[in-house]
């Protein structure tokens, strides 16, 4: 990481990451489990929540900015693009392998001792943007962007048929411990190294549903590229708006034999997403830049221009949070919530006050920052 003063930057991006990393937060860090609104929560398997939203706009931000990184790339040696590439993939991977491991120490037994790498989780949110970034990159660095297009195509429907044809042996290719990309976690990784929020062994940020994701970095590359050219049109947002609806339109329909599965990252999934964040995208473009309707904006930019560091914060304080135990068997998040928002408003309007709280406070780092122009690159 390093710290850098901000330079020429795209409103309309940064609020879109910003809104993105504010959801993110608030759905992630909920104050009870069980009393969570509905579309505050993931889709249990099949289907789509607003929730699902939040980690593939980030991707498609993520791919948005490479549109405006890869213009440098033009100008340096092809050692130092890769060098830039590698460098940046292998330590946001870290970051987030660091984060699951953290805080390092656990108890047993009254006495401390350091959390095996054993049974510490090696993929996750980071490590897939990570990897969607390297890919993402070479293939728009070495090749047209017509191979790039067909590239994209070929993830999404070769998932499918290697999800169709490779499933455990006797088990339903679309369920979560049947597909082929929790048969190759567990082969490539075991399942002490894999996500075990589900109630078993099952990586919703596994190696094999990485692919698909690479197309939401690539979408929003495109995307990016386009704005820059037509955005400032209202015939170039009419072609955002008619792309997203079309894209959402072919979703639906492929739903009817490929479900849309979060968890699966299944490629009518991707086109949801995509499809939704046009139209989103579209919408703020027209409103700031079009409108000048700004006066809404800092609030937002705070988080879009400190998007990965935010968000680490608010993983590693919400640790944290679990971690430090103020009662009897009772951690510092539960305590919080029982003395204060469930014992002023019990139920679900409780637990989203919390998450609105903890949200602020995330907000609150951003824009210490922000005030002493520090903007933390990867």
């Not at 495109?222 to 708006?241: A, I, N, P, Q």
């Amino acid at each position: 990481m390093a710290n850098s003063t901000t330079s020429s930057r795209s409103l309309a991006l940064d609020i879109f990451r910003g809104m993105t990393v504010c959801f993110m937060i608030i759905v992630n860090t909920p104050g009870s489990e069980t009393f969570t609104y509905g579309p505050l929560k993931h889709a249990a398997w099949h289907g789509f929540t607003p929730t699902d939203l939040v980690f593939p706009s980030f991707l498609f931000a993520v791919g948005n900015a490479m549109s405006f990184a890869m213009r440098k790339f033009e100008t340096m040696e092809q050692a130092a693009v890769l060098g830039k590439i590698f460098k940046r993939t292998l330590l946001i991977f870290f970051l987030g392998f660091l984060m699951y491991w953290f805080p390092f120490f656990q108890e047993h037994d009254g006495h401390w001792t350091l959390s095996p790498f054993s049974h510490t989780r090696i993929l996750g949110v980071l490590q897939r943007i990570a990897l969607c970034y390297c890919i993402a990159s070479l293939l728009i660095y070495y090749t047209s962007p017509r191979t790039v297009y067909i590239t994209a195509w070929v993830l999404l429907i070769g998932y499918w048929f290697i999800l169709l044809f490779f499933p455990v042996p006797g088990a339903d290719p679309y369920s979560m411990t049947g597909n082929a990309g929790y048969r190759l976690d567990v082969w490539l990784m075991g399942e002490n190294h894999m996500y075990h929020g589900e109630g078993v062994a099952f990586d919703p940020e596994g190696l094999l549903s990485t692919l698909p994701a690479v197309v939401n970095v690539i979408a929003g590359y495109f995307t990016g590229v386009f704005v820059s050219r037509k955005g400032k049109e209202y015939e170039g947002l009419t072609m955002l708006l008619l792309w997203g609806t079309a894209l959402i339109a072919v979703a639906c329909a492929w739903n009817l034999v490929f479900p849309i599965n979060k968890k699966l990252w299944t490629a009518p999934f991707v086109l949801t997403t995509v499809g939704i964040d046009l139209v989103l995208l579209s919408f703020l473009i027209y409103f700031i830049e079009f409108k000048g309707a700004t006066r809404w904006t800092p609030f937002f930019a705070v988080f879009g221009k400190n998007p990965l560091f935010v968000y680490l914060v608010s993983e590693l304080l919400i640790v944290v949070f679990f971690t430090v135990h103020v009662g009897d068997g009772e951690n510092l998040h539960e305590w919080i919530n029982r003395v204060s928002y469930q014992a002023i408003f019990p139920g679900p309007f409780g637990s989203l006050l919390f998450a609105l709280s903890y949200m602020m406070v995330c907000w609150c780092v951003g824009k210490v920052l922000d005030m002493k122009k520090i903007y933390i690159r990867v």
